[in-house]
């Protein structure tokens, strides 16, 4: 019997194409529903191995489920969606996608840098609503972005990379890490500050950190009573990192000036999402890496580890360092 897959979303048949030779493979046959977890959860009790979504939650249910189950590859770098430590317990291997999206996904984070600091959305929907009457001196006026400060919040290779637009336009740029980095401190001349420093100096603050206990929640309403009134806040890594209420907040009593989001605590947002009622917010569906390129790499990147588990080999890009196969039917 050939191994099966199961892919939970539909992606491009020239693509998978490479699998259909060796394996039985199946998809979930639309691109803009995730899958329902109980398809979910029936297609991981027959299923060899997984090429799942951000949006889908593989949890412990879904893993003991998988009792052929070896891999799962998740097209992301991100991979908190998944129940690690109980996946290297199943002896089931956890892989993502990063580097391949590392260029794309930074300079998205610095567009919505840039959109927001220069209000190019709303000044877009003023042309395109037909409210542009004459030229005006301060006319949707925003702030400079050059020469300011920028404050790197997770500086893995994305923050690094979004550090290294930020050479450019001549920005002052601080970081704060979990651990220091000297050698990119030398290479790109950012300054490592403590959280608390970086919040109260900066005039961006870029939210790159992945989603852990840790970061759980992390900027909350005093985080952002500490920033400057003139502050923008981009948040390209995960919704649950931020208090949306506080940020709401903060945005609505004049305490920071806009933000930049591509993520939400839970997504989609509704249209009547309370911060998409507020001029100053640019929001953006989750598309950080979403270039057809750097898509298409992630899918064959999903595909390559998969092979890779199949055929007995240790993947490209595992998460769980810890995976040891597990003899399964
Ligand atoms: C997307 O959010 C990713 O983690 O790649």
Known sequence: MKPYIYITR?????????MKQKYEVKMWEHEDISVPKEVLYAEAEKADALLTMVSDQIDEQILTAGNRLKVVANLAVGFD?????????????ICNTPDVLTDTTADLTFGLLMAAARRIVEAAEYVKEGKWKSWSPLLLAGQDIHHKTIGIVGMGKIGETVAKRATGFDMNILYHNRTRKPDMEQRIGAKYVSFEELVEKSDFIVCLTPLTQETRNLF?????????QSAIFINASR????????LYDALTTGEIAGAGLDVFEKEPINRDHPLLSLPNVVALPHIGSSSVETRTAMMKLCIENIMAVLEGKVPKTLVNKDWKPIVKA
């Open 239 to 246: 919704g649950p990192v931020i208090d949306e209420q506080a």
């Open 10 to 18: 539909k992606l491009p048949e020239a693509v998978i194409e490479v």
């Open 220 to 228: 909350t309403r005093e985080v952002f009573r500490g920033m400057k």
């Open 81 to 93: 969606n998944i129940d690690v430590k109980k996946a290297s317990i199943k002896g089931v291997a």
